[in-house]
């Protein structure tokens, strides 16, 4: 089935992004899934992949659907367009029922060209009836390989979305990923329900990336060696928080423009700092791996990783932020042999024993206070920090347990849910009269308050500490700051936003001698990870082969070639250039008089073993000779 085409994609493409021509693969993408043909795309991170189903969506009739589980990049990208004048929506687990109800009305019955949703929202009753009342033309699967039990990154929540094949026979997939081997891409072909195999693939090299990888404890010395002698901007990656906000106060110390930015940090504080680096009044983000995607930077001058990722995917993905412009870049990756035990350990501490992941099934369905035979199909906050504390677990522990409990169907987790902050009044109107702590500033937030929402008198309401701070006037801190003390006086309830992450239970809680984890797969899926991280191990320790090369080849490249710019490949050409310096050495001090081997040994500033080698390749290429005395000599 062809795609009803309103307008060319050129045309599209030069309307609403200013550009005369598409990147590379960009265009057979976009042909491909308007002659209706189900695609997957493999594309590096900075590809352009989101251009290659916004042209699509704008050229053809009908609503593109795009499915991704991050809320950050959803908001991004809907941002984004709705400032080119395109209109798009976002449906997320942050928002209001309400505000979804209008959304999805809009979808039906509106203009908007582009929804994007997380996979969780497929699953509900109310959405699959308005899906089978909208004009749909693509389904995008963003981050595809969330949907491969092959896959590092496996997600049961995205098994949904081959459901919805059947309610939208003329629908087209589109798969997009920066990251899946030759295993994985066919996973994702069969779990999507494509027609026939098809899959276009990017070239994976970087030209302009420099790979380099440094062994060594002082891995400050290091860091600042990148940032006095490499202009521009970066982002340091650590494993930690704590090592996160560490090391950016050290940053700052040594005089460097720098901030640090992980899942801790309040949604605004996070989105402040990203527009900070964004635009350059932050030289250096030092972050988790919560930073970075959907950023939109393309003069990133270096990506530094301060211990191992735990797979090559998730490297690459880092590492590819840089260099997006494609100037000349550095990926710098700094390891120890504590980091390698580090990530051994990880193995283990990933996939506890079976009976312990039942026995934190137990005790979070406690802490949630949901009884046996309740909660299916419930969400629930889930503060992971608090309950550790309380049952006194390593929360790497329960993070591992919860992500199999997922992977077996018990649970969804949504690992980051921005929760708006809520309020109503305890008190009556006439009560707020009286209220004089603060000063003016307090009555200006509870006009601003008051202006701003109806029935705070009767129920929780969802309020935007962003906007009433622009309203009022008044900074963001001190609208915090005036809000727990009316919390305090007992005038208002007050829930502090937060973003915990959100445990939805798929079916009701079951005793826990019912909870089944199957062994096959959950042997399966540790020796999986166990080759992932001998993948990357393997990677760091290379102290030959080319870097760029060894990441295309795991991603199913067998013809790519060295990169010339990685640290290895440096290496090797600068021993080339120092073997010929000592060949023309060795041809030179015998040119006038034959000698024997040690005397040329010792008349060379080189390694022995190298001079004799040398001199043993130039015998075979019968440059030189040994006299029947034992002498060498230059042959004529």
Not at 28 to 38: A, Q, Y
Not at 130 to 142: E, T
Not at 401 to 416: F, P
Request: aromatic residues 8%; hydrophobic residues 40%.
């Amino acid at each position: 089935m062809r795609h009803s085409v309103t307008a060319s994609i050129d045309e599209v493409l030069a309307k609403w992004w200013g550009y005369s021509e598409f990147r590379p693969l960009q265009r057979e993408i976009i042909e491909s899934i308007l002659s209706g043909r189900d695609t997957l795309a493999l594309m590096p991170t900075g590809g352009g992949k989101s251009l290659t189903f916004q042209v699509p969506a704008l050229a053809t009739e009908g609503l593109t659907i795009v499915i991704t589980p991050l809320i950050a990049l959803m908001k991004d990208q809907v941002d984004s367009l709705r400032r080119r004048g395109i209109s798009a929506v976002a449906v997320h687990s942050g928002m209001d029922p309400h505000r979804i109800d209008s959304a999805l009305d809009n979808c039906t019955f509106g203009d908007v060209k582009l929804l994007y949703i997380s996979p969780e929202r497929l699953a509900t009753e109310a959405f699959r009836l308005r899906l089978q009342r909208m004009n749909i033309s693509f389904i995008v699967v963003d981050e595809a390989h969330c949907i491969s039990q092959w896959g590092y990154d496996f997600r049961p929540s995205y098994l949904r979305i081959g459901e919805i094949r059947a309610m939208l026979p003329n629908a087209t997939f589109l798969a997009l990923t920066a990251s899946a081997t030759d295993v994985v891409a066919k996973d994702i072909m069969k779990q999507l329900g494509f027609k026939e195999e098809h899959v276009l693939r990017a070239s994976f090299s970087r030209p302009n990336l420099s790979y380099v990888v440094r062994k060594g404890s002082n891995k400050l010395e290091q860091i600042l060696r990148v940032l006095n002698n490499v202009p521009g901007s970066g982002i340091i990656y650590t494993h930690t928080r704590e090592k996160c906000e560490e090391l950016s106060k050290i940053l700052q110390a040594e005089g460097i423009s720098a901030n640090f930015y992980h899942a801790g940090l309040p949604s605004t504080e996070r989105a402040l700092r990203q527009d900070e680096w964004r635009q350059d009044k932050i030289r250096v983000m030092v972050a988790t791996n919560a930073f970075g995607m959907g950023i939109d930077k393309g003069d990133v001058r270096f990506v530094i990783h301060y211990s191992l990722c735990d797979t090559l995917e998730a490297y690459y993905q880092e590492a590819g932020r840089a260099g997006r412009d494609g100037i000349k870049s550095y990926a710098l990756l700094l390891y120890d042999d504590n980091d390698i035990a580090r990530c051994k350990q990880m193995i283990e501490a990933e996939f506890p024993p079976i009976e312990e992941i039942k026995h934190i099934y137990e005790r979070v369905s406690c802490y949630l206070q949901i009884a046996i035979g309740d909660g299916a199909d419930n969400s629930f906050v889930f503060n992971i920090n608090d309950f550790c504390y309380r049952e006194r677990i390593y929360i790497g522990r329960v993070r591992s347990a919860l992500s199999l409990l997922e992977q077996n169907g018990y649970i969804t987790l949504l690992d980051e849910h921005d929760e708006p902050a809520r309020m109503m009044f305890e008190c009556s109107r006439d009560t707020l009269y009286s209220v004089h702590a603060g000063g003016n500033d307090m009555d200006i937030l509870l006009r601003t308050l008051l202006r701003k929402y109806d029935g705070l008198f009767s129920r929780f309401r969802a309020i935007d500490e962003v906007e009433v701070a622009a309203e009022s006037g008044l900074d963001e801190e001190r609208v915090h700051e005036l809000m727990r003390v009316l919390w305090r006086m007992r005038i208002i309830r007050y829930i502090p936003a937060n973003n915990s992450p959100i445990i939805i239970y798929n079916i009701e809680r079951l005793p826990t001698r019912d909870i089944y984890i199957a062994p096959s797969t959950y042997r399966m899926r540790k020796e999986l990870m166990a080759e992932r991280y001998m993948s990357m191990v393997e990677y760091v320790t290379a102290s030959y082969g080319c870097r760029s090369r060894i990441i295309e080849n795991y991603f199913g490249d067998s013809e790519a070639t060295n990169c010339g710019v990685c640290d290895n490949c440096i290496k090797r050409r600068n021993m080339r250039f120092e073997l010929d310096q000592i060949e023309a050495a060795i041809l030179e001090t015998i040119a006038n008089r034959e000698m024997d081997i040690n005397e040329v040994v010792a008349r060379i500033d080189a390694e022995p073993e190298v001079v004799i080698n040398l001199v043993e390749n130039l015998v075979g290429l019968e440059k030189i000779s040994m006299t029947t005395h034992g002498k060498l000599k230059i042959n004529s």
